[in-house]
């Protein structure tokens, strides 16, 4: 196959279908690996008036996902020199609005895919290219680069730019394997927003604050391994999320959220922990930890014991149901190193909880505080939702009855805990028949 191609203002193919005999060309040489990674080498090559050669990322996708990021935010620094092939996608659109500000919109920008990419400033260049697989369209990653200098300083950019615009990984088990995907982190969520024991949050913050300084002399100082783990329990809706979100928040670091499903496997338990090597040091936020699957806790534990599977990084995990943890977690340094229970609210924090949602924009101070009171085992989560419940009766009705409201909800509750629903004549509890 002979494939050439010459400098553009508008990016060119490098591979057509015409250049084909027949009315469409056969796939196998159609999608020649060699001849086109020859053919990117040529054009570098020609543009620049000197050789390229490739490079492999060894461990994780952080390239490829700030070349996403790049692409998406319209960073100038990159050109769109070439697509590739002309019988596979070479755009896509993407749902950019912000539904929370009644805000709408699709923007249509180069797919990584299938698509010649110049960082010129650094002479660096990348090329997701398609190939054909046993199972349809795969592809191959090829980075190229003049020289190491460029390439370090084209990474070290880069890095900087992804912290600038921190983005959430979010690795999910899937039938079809581990995916990865890069969004955007929702409202930040400052220190002050969390509510829970302020010893416990001096503790957890003061670990925090340490691990990610830029003066790293702690560990050295002290002898102390640069890893750390920590294990959040305790019920549903205490703040156990907001945490980590205001952990995410003021780390001035990368963070990573691992959703562990039945398909969870030592395959990508290697990969996550891959990734978050080659983004440390960094955040790896495992929740819902007690879902592990059995037929995987004991690599989970042997990778947890390598003596470099967590260097730079800080492991948190969370659970709502501690009884299902697996004790070896908690037995052996270099795990998890402490477990701290984030509680249910006593009357203060849930008094410091309703004033910070608002509610002292519907009633005075005295009855804020009675309903603290009598909001005796609510979670944070329950106190949002007394909020929201105020707030729409108060809306509506141009009055609110906190007492009323209180009342209503602990009945909901308790028929919640009961399972008994139904109050009428033929009471009857829910569930599968």
Not at 220 to 231: F, S
Not at 329 to 358: C, I, Q, W
């Amino acid at each position: 196959m002979n494939v050439q191609l010459q400098p553009a203002a508008e990016p060119p193919f490098i591979v057509r279908a015409d250049r084909f005999a027949g009315a469409s060309p056969d796939a196998g040489s159609y999608f020649n690996y060699i001849a086109i990674v020859q053919a990117i080498a040529d054009f570098l090559s020609r543009r620049f008036g000197t050789a390229f050669r490739l490079y492999y990322q060894d461990d994780g996708n952080e390239v490829w996902n700030g070349l996403e990021a790049d692409l998406s935010a319209g960073y100038e620094g990159i050109e769109h020199a070439a697509s590739l092939f002309d019988l596979v996608e070479t755009s896509v659109f993407e749902f950019t609005g912000d539904p929370g500000q009644n805000q709408s919109g699709y923007t249509i920008r180069p797919a990584v895919r299938n698509n010649l990419f110049i960082y010129t400033q650094h002479r660096v260049a990348m090329a997701r290219v398609p190939r054909l697989t046993a199972h349809g369209l795969g592809y191959e990653d090829l980075i190229f680069g003049e020289n190491d200098e460029g390439m370090l300083r084209f990474l070290e950019e880069l890095r900087t730019r992804q912290l600038a615009n921190p983005k959430i990984v979010v690795f999910t088990d899937t039938k079809e394997g581990l995916e990865q995907n890069r969004e955007s982190a929702s409202a930040p969520v400052t220190r002050d927003e969390v509510f829970m024991d302020e010893e416990l949050k001096t503790q957890i913050y003061r670990s925090i604050d340490e691990f990610f300084s830029e003066d790293r002399s702690f560990f050295q100082t002290y002898g102390i391994p640069y890893k750390r783990g920590i294990l959040l329990y305790g019920k549903p809706g205490n703040g156990k999320t907001t945490l980590v979100k205001s952990i995410s928040t003021t780390a001035s670091a990368p963070v990573a959220y691992w959703q562990i499903t039945e398909y969870t496997s030592s395959g990508s338990i290697q990969e996550v922990f891959a990734a978050a090597t080659q983004m440390a040091p960094m955040v790896l936020v495992i929740e819902d930890i007690d879902s592990m699957p059995n037929a995987c806790r004991s690599y989970f534990l042997n990778t947890l014991d390598g003596a470099t599977s967590k260097e730079g990084i800080y492991l948190i995990g969370t659970t709502n149901y501690p009884e299902k943890i697996d004790p070896a977690l908690m037995n052996r340094a270099g795990r998890f190193d402490r477990a701290y229970e984030v509680k249910t609210p006593n009357e203060s924090l849930r008094l410091s909880y309703l004033m910070h949602k608002g509610l002292g924009r519907f009633a005075d101070e005295e009855t804020v505080a009675r309903a603290a009171r009598a909001a005796e085992g609510f979670s944070l989560a329950q106190l949002s939702e007394l909020y929201a419940s105020a707030a729409l009766q108060m809306h509506y009705e141009h009055v609110v009855n906190l007492e009323q409201l209180i009342a209503e909800m602990q009945s909901d509750y308790a028929k919640g805990r009961s399972r008994e629903w139904l109050t009428d004549n033929a009471s009857r509890k829910l569930g599968f028949m």
